[in-house]
């Protein structure tokens, strides 16, 4: 019996080792938030649709279009907070960095649509071989965008509430909705988000970050608001862009080789 009862827990033991490697462990909190959303899915195409789109308009547009909301405000009349807007957009591709460096060095976590344990119902129009080799912790939506917002608000408390609702919104449910992250994650990446936006609170870390640029808008404005465009389109896209374009030349300079 004693013997029974001890194979019985090394089962268990393994089964949640097993569990743990390819990252299906979950907590209470998620699976209630996650269960709650999930009890919609499949209910209507449009909102399937609607909840998991990943248009580059929908996820990064407004949160730039808000960022250049800002620019237009300050960028000219007030010479602190265009130090903090520069400062801050720099920043949140700081902070997209650091949340890939935890993503690769942090224990792997499945995404909940591939997660058996939590019996998900994939949303219509979801791709559930999606970001089946990315951990799913910390949110890169939420690290980068949260980070934008709180940049807003930091110069604009009324635009930074409006953004902040609107990367809730619109980002980090409809994340949840579409089983693409836990809500831990958009926590954490929230957390990490905010957490580099702050940075931008200390008077000489934004003039020793803003420096280089606002100098080069002083003597380039053309150039300097052609590369700002191009800067805010690439993470509007999360630099899909970029990544594209480094994935090929990587390719290719293999087949070279």
């Not at 408390?157 to 909705?177: E, K």
């Not at 080069?216 to 899909?240: D, R, Y």
Request: with cysteine; hydrophobic share 55%; aromatic share 14%.
């Amino acid at each position: 019996m004693v013997q029974s009862r001890t194979n019985q827990h090394d089962d268990v033991s393994r089964q949640g080792n097993s569990a743990l490697e390819r990252g299906y462990l979950v907590n209470a909190f998620d699976v209630t938030i996650i269960h709650f959303f999930n009890a919609f899915a499949g209910r209507s195409a449009m909102l399937d649709q609607a909840m998991s789109t990943r248009n580059v308009l929908v996820v990064g547009g407004v949160p730039m279009a808000l960022f250049w909301y800002a620019w237009s405000l300050y960028g000219s009349a007030d010479s602190e907070k265009r130090r903090v807007l520069v400062a801050g957009i720099v920043d949140s591709v700081f902070a997209l960095f650091v949340a890939r460096v935890l993503a690769f060095s942090l224990p792997f976590r499945s995404r909940p649509f591939n997660n058996p344990a939590l019996h998900f119902h994939l949303p219509i129009g979801v791709d559930p071989t999606a970001f089946i080799h990315w951990s799913s912790i910390p949110s890169d939506r939420a690290t980068l965008f949260f980070c934008v917002a709180t940049i807003l608000w930091i110069v604009s408390r009324w635009l930074g509430t409006l953004a902040i609702c609107y990367v809730f919104l619109a980002l980090c449910i409809p994340a949840i909705y579409s089983g693409v992250h836990y809500p831990t994650d958009i926590i954490v990446g929230a957390a990490l988000g905010i957490g580099v936006a702050c940075l931008c609170k200390s008077a000489r870390f934004t003039a020793f970050v803003a420096r280089p640029a606002l100098s080069w808008l002083n003597t380039n404005p053309g150039l300097f608001h052609a590369v700002l465009f191009l800067w805010t389109f690439e993470i509007a896209e999360l630099f899909t862009s970029v990544r594209h374009v480094l994935f090929h030349a990587l390719r290719y300079a293999k087949l070279m080789m």
